[in-house]
Every structure is written in C-alpha cells, then in structure tokens.
C-alpha cells in the first residue's frame, strides 16, 4: 500500500499500536501536540538526540528497515546507558522518500518496538514528513538517573584504571564486511554484522558503574582512540592504553585477516561498537574485575602532561590521534 | 570557513556559547553522551519533536538561516504551548551539505538561540551530520506543565464556545507571496512573510488557559479546518464554525486580492498560523473576551452528530472537509 492511500493520520494510527511498554507513567502518548509523562521521584533527566541520513549511516541496499528501526534506538540508548541513566520515553521524527509503502514504514517500526519492548521504553510521539531526496531518521530519548548513579565523562582520576565492556572493533569490520560482496559465505562475518546492525547498547551495565565505583564514562561510538580523547578532554587527565590488551573477537581477528586490514585499527578507530568504556580507581575494581562481567581493563588514567598514548607489543608508548568517524571531513 | 576545517567537534564548540540561558537547573549542557536536566518539582514531563526538510518546509532561496533557525525551534515551542505548558529545554540534530559554511551555521543557531533566549529554553544537546542531499532539521524540546494548567484535545464539550488566538491564515499567504517575485515591493506582503517565517509561538497565552476555564485545546499547523477535525476527534464531538467570525488580517484580505486567491482558504485550509485554538465553557469565557486579548469567537462545540460544519455567510451550513498540509499526498 502507498503511503499517500493512507496519508499522515492514517499512518500514525498504523504505527500507534504496541508502542507504549511501560503505561504507568504514560498521562498521553501518540497523537495530541506533545507528549505529557510523569517524571521519576527523584530522578535527573537525561536528553539525547541521535540523526541517521540515508547514505551517510545507513544504505538501504545493506540493512533491513527492521534492523535500521533497531539500531536508530539503540545509538540512543547508548548515549543513556553511558550516562548511569535508565531510557524511558523516545520520539521518533522520519522523512520519508513518497516511493516508500505503508509496509516498509511498519516494518522500520517493529524493529524500533522490539529494542523499545527489550528495553522497557516507550515511543510517545514523532513527526512523519516527506523527505524527496532520501531517508531521514532522527531519535531524540528521555532518560532518567538517581544523582547518585549519574556518570559524567569528567571524573577520571590519575591512577584510575581504563576499561572496556565487550569486544571492540567488530561493528566497524562489520560495515567493512557488508560492503563487500559474499560476506555471507563466512560463518566469522556474520556476528560482525550483526554488531553492526543490530548494537545492542550496555545499559544494565551503565545502571550499576556509579554504585561499582566508576569515575567517568563515554560509549564507543567513534572509536576509543577517539573517546579517550574525549574522557582525557573532559577529566583533564592523560590515558594510557595497551595495545595487546584491547579485547579483539575471534571473528574480528578471522575477518581482519581476510580483509587485509589490521584488527586493532578497526577497535581504535572504527567506531560505532557502542560499548562503554570507563574508568575505575584500581582498589575498587579487583573484586568487580573478577566477577563474571565483560569487562577488560585496557589501560590506566595518568598525569594530563602525559596526554593519551598507546603502548604497543614492543612496549614502546606513540602518541594516540583523536581520529574517528568525523563528519565534514 | 568550510566545515571540515573545524572538524564536528570544532562546530560543536563554536555552537555551545549562549546555549544555556536558565542554567539553574541544568547539571550537563552540551558536550557529553546526553544532557541532564532538574525536573520541575511536582511538574509533568511533556516531549515534542518536529523535523523540517529542505525542499519540503522551507527553500534556503527564500529564507534567511536565521529565520530557519527561530522557526525550527518555535514550531516546537507552538505544541507545548497547545498543552499549556512551559518549554525548558531543546536538542538539535542538524544535517548538513558539506559545503556548507561555519558562518552559515552560526547564523543558523543565531535564530535559534534567539528565540530559546526570549523564552526561556535551553539548547542542551544535539547531533550534527553530513547531509550530501540537502539541509535536515530535527527539533526535540522538552516541557513542564502542572497537572492544573494541562491542555488536551479532548476535553470539548456541546456547548462550549470555539475561539482562536490572532488572525488566520497570513502565514500561508505569507508563503505564497514569498513564491511569487516582487512580493517586497507591497507594505502588506512584510507582515505576511514575516508570519510565515518567524512565526511566535502563543506561549503564554497556553499557560493560562486552563485556569481559564478552557477545555482543550490545539496549536493551528494545518489550518482551522484540519485542527477543528482534529478537536472533533478527540474530544468526540461536532464543531459549528461560521465563516464571517473567522479573523482575517487587513494584510491577508489585501494580499489575496492581489493574488487572486480567497483569503478565508488560506485560513481554514492554509496552516502553519502556530496560532491556538481552545474550547471554553461560555460562562467562563464572558469576562475573558471582554479583556484586551487576541481572541476571537469562531464558532461552538455540538453533539458528535452533528459533524464539522462551517456556517456560510447566507447561513447554509456545510459539512467541512478536514484538508490541509498532508505530507504523502
């Protein structure tokens, strides 16, 4: 069905149903001027805002629109669970080429309700505009965090240690991968991916650093090359990272291999992983190091004068460059 | 200057100045994974977005980016006011051609920190992209409103008065004037154009309302007639509206002359007025229209029957058709 048959209102009515998870502090959802919901006793606010452009993040050829409506919530919640926070209300604004069917438009849907239903979040409310010239999603996410688990990206503290959640690097291989016919046949590529498709953003784990310990905090989006620079930027302190302990998956390793590219570079410089990287005083942390998390500890927080070096194999420590993914460049 | 000479993060820095204008209850603006904000004590959340694309909402031939700028964040601050409530806070995802110039991204933010300054509404936050097939704009703004002071769209009951803010329809003439050369050379056509471009959300005016009496309300985006429907809808109702009552500017009935187009279609039909249209008991309403405010009787709430009718000047009433802006037709 096109979407012209259907029109704007009619539409919204499609994309309505199953989009409020959490209804008890839901006073009015979908379809008047602004969504209206009942802020946590006690709770900060979180704002986050997150814009995918046909072309520069997404290729439709490459992703499903299902996986696509996933992951324009899940970069958000990401930049929520790197603040300690909880992600409660979102809403969703798309512009959208008039070629696109009514079932297309669903179907991004379903993949943002699913990440929403995982993650106990409601979708309150959004704009659907016409966009002649390519796909345009933008998400903006509501969060809430009790002060005393909020994670800023400035607390870090020299002799701090530097660790990461997960592996690194698989997300930006991934897209590598995607872009390259016949991936499918390589049974490494397929996590790799799906990392980058579908991230699944740490906010279990965002939830409890404060309680744990944790100094500052920043999610993997640019790289962490990148957001060391920014962790260093934001705490005034200088970060050394070892490059034999960056955690690298198997597949990444297989997958690097085969590309003729180096796996560390897509840890250091690939981005979007959205893994959270932080920084915890080291008495702090053996006990929570040991427990069963995916945690690896990749380096530690020095003087600033130090700046943000990498160590290599030879134990030799090079200046780290702030480069990532930067747009306008 | 060229983007990429400043890089992301450089923008980003030129941006941040001026973005904070109530910094008493914001802890983190601009410049970590989200923003954090104090809720209101005993105040409800309320979370609107609005997306404007080039060659759709606005032409940058036409247009200064200044006044794009004031116009992106005042359509959002128009739906807040339709709830009665106060905008805090605003994030903002821009994307952006790469030839695009720091200059003219400055300007942009000119006009919106302009307006987020005349009523009192941070910029917190935001994403900023390469766009290589034209100009994005996503607005998301956070509200407060106390449950008293609450508008929504279905509370009109049979019997209630119909009354709009300001006069109608001089933003989409103001639109046509603006497609059509020479416009500048007529005195009328300036506030018209002015009406379209930099439109003034009815703030204030909203967070009076309820303890007004009102009953629901709606901001006019896509004209009257659109907006009765939608009052209709949700409230379960028939609206009566009676074209002599309906307020036309002298500027719009000068303009309309010279166009050749009738002034009272541009509006019922025209939109984007962000004027507000409220219901009122008519006990309560006598000693409000006696004051000095912009309001004007346009018709009354009937039973849900009787359907969305407009009065014609001979007194024939005729059911009215709820056309307006519809994206995808």
Same mark, same amino acid.
């Given at each position: 069905?096109?979407?012209?048959?259907?029109?704007?209102?009619?539409?919204?009515?499609?994309?309505?149903?199953?989009?409020?998870?959490?209804?008890?502090?839901?006073?009015?959802?979908?379809?008047?001027?602004?969504?209206?919901?009942?802020?946590?006793?006690?709770?900060?606010?979180?704002?986050?805002?997150?814009?995918?452009?046909?072309?520069?993040?997404?290729?439709?050829?490459?992703?499903?629109?299902?996986?696509?409506?996933?992951?324009?919530?899940?970069?958000?919640?990401?930049?929520?669970?790197?603040?300690?926070?909880?992600?409660?209300?979102?809403?969703?604004?798309?512009?959208?080429?008039?070629?696109?069917?009514?079932?297309?438009?669903?179907?991004?849907?379903?993949?943002?309700?699913?990440?929403?239903?995982?993650?106990?979040?409601?979708?309150?409310?959004?704009?659907?505009?016409?966009?002649?010239?390519?796909?345009?999603?933008?998400?903006?996410?509501?969060?809430?965090?009790?002060?005393?688990?909020?994670?800023?990206?400035?607390?870090?503290?020299?002799?701090?240690?530097?660790?990461?959640?997960?592996? %690194?690097?698989?997300? +930006?291989?991934? &897209?590598?991968?995607?872009?390259?016919? !016949?991936?499918?046949? *390589? @049974?490494?590529?397929? #996590?790799?991916?799906?990392?980058?498709?579908?991230?699944?953003?740490?906010?279990?784990?965002?939830?409890?650093?404060?309680?744990?310990?944790?100094?500052?905090?920043?999610?993997?989006?640019?790289? %962490?090359?990148?957001? +060391?620079?920014? &962790?260093?930027?934001?705490?005034?302190? !200088?970060?050394?990272? *070892? @490059?034999?302990?960056? #955690?690298?998956?198997?597949?990444?390793?297989?997958?690097?291999?085969?590309?003729?590219?180096?796996?560390?570079?897509?840890?250091?410089?690939?981005?979007?992983?959205?893994?959270?990287?932080?920084?915890?005083?080291?008495?702090?942390?053996?006990?929570?190091?040991?427990?069963?998390?995916?945690?690896?500890?990749?380096?530690?927080?020095?003087?600033?004068?130090?700046?943000?070096?990498?160590?290599?194999?030879?134990?030799?420590?090079?200046?780290?460059?702030?480069?990532?993914?930067?747009?306008?460049?």
């Amino acid at each position: 069905m096109q979407l012209k048959e259907v029109g704007e209102f009619g539409l919204i009515d499609l994309i309505r149903e199953g989009t409020i998870v959490n209804p008890e502090n839901i006073i009015v959802g979908i379809g008047d001027d602004a969504a209206v919901y009942l802020p946590g006793h006690r709770q900060l606010g979180l704002l986050t805002t997150d814009m995918l452009v046909e072309t520069v993040h997404f290729d439709l050829t490459k992703t499903t629109l299902w996986q696509l409506g996933y992951r324009a919530i899940a970069v958000n919640l990401s930049d929520i669970a790197a603040m300690g926070g909880n992600p409660r209300h979102a809403v969703v604004s798309i512009g959208l080429p008039r070629q696109f069917s009514v079932e297309q438009v669903v179907e991004l849907y379903q993949g943002m309700k699913e990440i929403c239903h995982e993650f106990g979040v409601n979708i309150i409310g959004g704009d659907t505009v016409a966009s002649p010239r390519g796909m345009v999603i933008n998400v903006a996410v509501v969060g809430e965090v009790e002060p005393v688990n909020l994670l800023r990206r400035s607390g870090a503290k020299a002799g701090d240690l530097v660790v990461v959640t997960g592996t %690194l690097g698989d997300s +930006a291989c991934g &897209l590598d991968l995607l872009l390259r016919p !016949g991936w499918e046949e *390589y @049974e490494f590529a397929w #996590p790799l991916v799906t990392a980058h498709l579908t991230p699944r953003p740490r906010v279990s784990i965002g939830r409890k650093l404060a309680g744990w310990g944790a100094t500052s905090c920043d999610d993997i989006s640019d790289g %962490l090359a990148s957001e +060391a620079h920014e &962790l260093a930027k934001a705490s005034q302190v !200088g970060i050394r990272l *070892y @490059e034999e302990r960056v #955690p690298l998956s198997a597949d990444l390793l297989q997958a690097a291999d085969l590309l003729g590219k180096a796996a560390l570079d897509y840890a250091l410089y690939g981005g979007e992983d959205f893994e959270l990287v932080f920084t915890i005083p080291p008495e702090i942390s053996a006990e929570l190091l040991a427990a069963e998390l995916p945690f690896t500890v990749v380096g530690e927080v020095t003087e600033p004068a130090a700046g943000v070096v990498l160590v290599g194999r030879d134990g030799q420590a090079v200046l780290l460059e702030a480069k990532g993914y930067n747009h306008f460049r």
